[in-house]
């Protein structure tokens, strides 16, 4: 018997700490927009307004005979240099999961199209707490001129990640909910 609670125990614990994988988001970069030179679009600008995570994946959609997408380190992507990418990718639907904290630097590589602004920075950081990062406050709405909406859809269908802090809560109350479940069956296994 005693073999048989530790068992549980241990799936208990196994569900509980991969249960925030599941709450990664998907990132259309640009929006509605796409990668592209059209419009004067503000990757930049873009990107500062996610919060990004471990886990996510960027989608970078273009068309693939105008367009391509390179990775490439902090002084490339500043001198808009695309002769040593670190990565490239020209299906024209390409997807970039994160792995690592810190930033995550993409340009196209066409020429002239860096140079137009073409390119942007996805800065992931690093969690400061168990609940994510401290909410900053919300600009003012004079601030912004754009009424798009954010493009971040979620795995599974979650808000997207601009409250980090209610996605972290989501995971901590997804496991709260297995181990309550667990121990449901558990008690009344052995009652």
Known sequence: MAGRGFSLFFMVAVATTTLPLSFAAVYKVGDSTGWTTLGNFDYNKWAASKTFHVGDTILFQYHVHIHNVMLVTHSD?????A??????????????LIKTHGHHYFLCGVP???????KVDINVARASSL??????AAPSPLASTSSSTPAAVSVPAVSPSESPPLDALMGLLCKLGVAIAVFVVFASTYA
């Open 77 to 81: 992507f500043q001198a808009c240099n």
């Open 83 to 96: 002769t040593t990418p670190m990565a490239t990718f020209t299906s024209g639907n390409d997807s970039y």
């Open 131 to 136: 609940l994510g990062p401290t909410p900053q």
């Open 112 to 118: 002239g199209h860096c140079l137009a602004g073409q």
